[in-house]
């Protein structure tokens, strides 16, 4: 954390310069040490205000990576097939007393391990859901416990 006076009219170029190097740093680090997760939070924390506060950090791109995050623990309570060819994967995540719906995009065939286990640690980016407004979860990795 740091505190820093900007005047308002260098903003724009305070923004640029971070994402520049935020985005440089965070690509250097995924290319040398694979996946790099910017927190490790739990299933509660998901809720209307994360998305707003991740929406003011937007837009996202190559340049200002959406942020990556994990949940350890947390059960599999059904999973189902989507899409025009049922290539994804949805499943329904429980962790303590908390759900949340989570998407492994084209993930049918290389998550199948995913869908046979019980309890797994999480990697993923929080997005809204565009018919419900409510938070999903975009699942990038996992790691099976049971």
């Known amino acids: 954390a740091a505190g820093l006076k ?9 923004r640029e310069t971070l994402n ?3 985005g440089h740093e965070i690509k ?4 040398m040490q694979g996946l790099v997760v910017d927190a490790q939070i739990s299933l509660s924390d ?9 929406e003011k950090l937007e837009p996202f791109g190559e340049k200002n990576p959406s942020p990556l995050f994990a949940a350890l623990n947390v059960s599999l309570v059904k999973s189902w097939t989507w899409g025009k060819r ?6 329904l995540t429980r962790q303590d007393c908390d759900f949340q719906e989570a998407v492994v995009i084209s993930g049918v065939v290389t998550a199948e391990e995913l869908t046979q286990s019980s309890l797994v640690d999480l990697a993923f980016e929080i997005y809204r859901n565009n018919y419900g407004n409510y938070p999903y979860l975009k699942i990038h990795d996992w790691r099976i416990k049971k």
Do not use: A, D, P
Not at 28 to 31: E, K, N, P, T, V
Not at 46 to 54: D, P, T
């Open 6 to 14: 900007v005047e308002e009219k260098n903003i724009s170029q305070l």
């Open 20 to 22: 520049r190097h935020y």
């Open 28 to 31: 250097s680090l995924r290319g």
């Open 46 to 54: 998901i809720n209307s205000r994360m998305l707003s506060w991740l």
């Open 86 to 91: 049922n290539q994804h994967l949805k499943l």
